[in-house]
């Protein structure tokens, strides 16, 4: 009984000394690498928030108006999940590698001293679950919380607060997370741990050393910066010009010809790099060392460096554009009307008014409404022969004798379409314009307006055009002279931007009934009355009236209608898109890049861990050294962010030209603006990390300053 009590009380010494051991081992890793520990916290953030989306305010909303194209949006978000899998894996594993290359002296005197390997697994795996779960509990908190704190910002911004936000956790985000994030964690251990394992003890105890690699001739370096720097220069025109969005083998050439280019560019830096060394002052304390260092690190990790910059260009791209379109209001368009009602079942087009309020007056809610009013629109209908029935000549030639340009070009091809225009009745149309607030037009009878829609027109064909009818030039309808008048008129007509016009012609009202006989379609427009809008945002009031008519059964009766919201629903569709997706892609890009650039450095700096003892033996100082380090570190990590900050620049402006219409890239100064702001605030971002690499090569150097025996 005895001897029982005395093995069950070694054992238990024995797992308390192997628990404080672990719990130690654990907290010393994190904090001797806090950079990695932080990034997988983000890295679980990132996961949740994405995840989670459907489950968003801003989704479920527009669920009830986009659900196709928000299930086409939701059905991507497994391909981003395992994209990012992948992606993080890799980080993981060379991040854990370091981790491990850096006990390596410990696993051996472990070893030495009579720990089975066994055991050491054990150790290891419970010092990785241990860091695991405590990245899991603080992650998926901040998770959880930022992803109300967006639902609600965004709610807020967009004027959805009075949905009525709900706190929401979503089980399969965070199941997702949790599995993805062990799975990952896991094989990379497995796979690491394996190799360990198998290495004698004499082969742990021993110092590793860099790989030495061939030096090549400066000129080869010189050609190499010479076409890296001519390929970008290529990818910047190609994607700028809009060359690279014509075709798929266009952005083909491109990406291969950015992606060559930046692998050139800083294989060449090495002659660039040693120029320095040749040239900088000797008399700086370690001046030389320093530089020799970092040539060597370019020439060891050049290729790494070049796909470092290329995820920081592609997170700065992402983050920079999608902040950029997400703060703009172009795509929304200007709020004037809030319903459109259309009553196809009614053959006399002057009954839809009156039968569309007779409903809603029998259903009582007339008093929603403080306008009603009509918008009529047709077609010339004074002929059979529908070819040029619209002539305007003059309009034509006045354009081309403008300086050449593509606006001007794409304009001349455009009117070259306009031989059977559709028609607006004057007298609605300025009904329309004081609802928005603007002055009424003033035609006299032989005299038109053109209207053109706004995703159709841009801000300089506009002022073309505005010139050339302020001279009232001559144009034939249905070989009767009309005069062309006024600015060209681009206020919606109707509230959803579904039924757009590229170009019509807005005529008198007995001109207009003239010439389509008629024969036209009606679209009721409307206005919400205060009491419908009383105690509430115009968003709720428009959800609470759909909910009304639907109750009603309007599509029964043949009216279809739809209201503002459906509008408002395409661009936050748009600007949700734009924004969560490219943000969430930015922070997993510069997550990556940051950590594959601070493991790499900070793994040589181990390999190379004899020369800074030997500078220790010959009496330099750890100020000394520490500073060498810093500057390695700044131009290891600084070249790459320089690169990409000055691609990224080129590249918003490319995601720009090729993904935006040619109305919303009037606001490209603005959002170009927005992008430079966010692009700086990234590089302050870099600079922080790059300042954390720093103290950790600091913590790193300091272990080094005691002189040790070499046997």
């Not at 001739?217 to 970008?232: D, E, F, K, R, S």
């Not at 997400?326 to 259309?342: I, K």
């Amino acid at each position: 009984m005895g001897a029982s009590l005395r093995l069950w009380h070694s054992w238990e010494v024995e797992a308390v000394m192997f628990s404080n051991l672990v719990f130690r081992n654990s907290r010393r890793g994190r904090k001797e690498n806090g950079l990695f520990f932080t990034s997988l916290v983000i890295s679980i953030v990132a996961f949740y928030i994405i995840l989670s989306l459907s489950k968003q305010d801003v989704m479920i909303f527009l669920a009830e108006m986009e659900s196709d194209a928000v299930n086409k949006l939701l059905l991507m978000i497994p391909v981003f999940y395992g994209m990012t899998l992948g992606i993080l894996f890799f980080l993981i594993y060379f991040a854990c590698k370091y981790q491990m290359e850096r006990r390596r002296k410990e696993f051996g005197v472990y070893l030495m001293m009579g720990m089975r390997r066994s055991k050491l697994f054990t150790m290891l795996l419970a010092e990785d679950f241990l860091n695991n779960l405590l990245a899991l509990l603080t992650g998926l908190p901040v998770a959880v919380l930022l992803s109300e704190i967006i639902s609600l910002v965004t709610a807020k911004l967009v004027g959805m607060g009075i949905i009525g936000h709900r706190f929401t956790l979503s089980l399969p985000a965070i199941g997702f997370t949790v599995a993805g994030f062990l799975a990952i964690k896991l094989m990379a251990f497995l796979i690491l741990s394996g190799k360990f394992s198998r290495q004698e003890i004499g082969s742990l105890l021993a110092n590793s050393s860099g790989n030495e690699k061939k030096q090549q001739p400066a000129v080869v370096y010189g050609i190499g910066t010479v076409c890296g720097a001519g390929m970008l220069a290529a990818a910047y025109c190609l994607a700028i010009g809009g060359w690279a969005w014509h075709k798929t083998g266009w952005m083909s050439l491109t990406l291969l010809l950015g992606l060559l280019g930046t692998i050139l560019l800083f294989y060449g830096m090495r002659a660039a790099i040693a120029l320095l060394v040749k040239t900088g002052k000797a008399n700086r304390k370690l001046h030389v060392f320093t530089f020799r260092q970092i040539q060597e690190n370019v020439i060891h990790q050049s290729t790494s460096m070049a796909i470092s910059s290329l995820l920081i260009l592609a997170a700065l791209c992402c983050f920079g554009a999608g902040i950029g379109i997400a703060s703009t209001n172009q795509q929304a368009g200007e709020h004037v009307l809030d319903y459109t009602f259309r009553d196809d079942h009614t053959e006399n087009p002057q009954q839809v008014l009156p039968n569309l309020q007779a409903v809603l007056k029998e259903n009582g809610l007339e008093r929603q409404f403080s306008q009603l009013f009509e918008m009529r629109i047709g077609r010339v209908h004074t002929t059979e022969n529908f070819e040029d029935v619209f002539q305007m000549d003059s309009v034509m030639e006045s354009l081309r004798r403008l300086p050449p340009s593509e606006k001007r070009d794409i304009l001349l091809n455009n009117l070259s379409y306009t031989d059977f225009p559709y028609l607006i009745c004057l007298s609605d149309y300025n009904r329309l314009l004081e609802t928005a607030g603007k002055p009424a037009l003033t035609l006299a009878e032989k005299e038109a307006a053109v209207y053109q829609d706004a995703s159709f027109a841009d801000t300089v064909s506009t002022a073309m055009l505005n010139e050339i009818f302020s001279g009232r030039p001559g144009a034939l309808l249905d070989e009767d002279t009309i005069y062309l008048t006024g600015e060209v008129q681009s206020v919606n007509f109707v509230t959803d931007r579904s039924i757009t016009l590229s170009f019509a012609l807005i005529l008198p009202e007995q001109q207009f009934l003239h010439y389509t006989q008629g024969d036209y379609d009606t679209y009721i427009n409307g206005i919400m009355s205060r009491e419908a809008t009383q105690g509430a945002s115009l968003m709720t009031a428009i959800s609470d009236l759909n909910d009304q008519l639907a109750g009603i059964g309007l599509e029964d009766l043949g009216i279809e209608y739809e209201s503002y919201l459906q509008n408002m629903g395409r661009y936050l569709f748009y600007m949700v898109a734009a924004s969560y997706i490219t943000i969430y892609l930015a922070i997993i890009f510069l997550v990556v890049a940051n950590t594959i650039m601070g493991v790499q450095f900070l793994m040589n700096q181990q390999k190379t861990g004899r020369r800074y003892q030997t500078l220790v033996r010959l009496g330099a100082t750890y100020k000394t050294i520490c500073a060498s380090a810093r500057k390695q570190i700044g131009w290891f990590m600084g070249l790459p962010v320089c690169v990409a900050a000055v691609s990224s620049l080129f590249g918003v402006k490319a995601l720009f030209t090729g993904l935006l219409s040619s109305r919303a890239q009037e606001a490209q100064g603005e959002m170009l603006m927005v992008s430079a702001a966010m692009i700086f605030l990234l590089c302050v971002v870099e600079y922080t990390y790059m300042t954390a690499i720093k103290r950790s090569s600091d913590r790193f150097l300091l272990t080094l300053m005691q002189p040790q025996r070499e046997e």
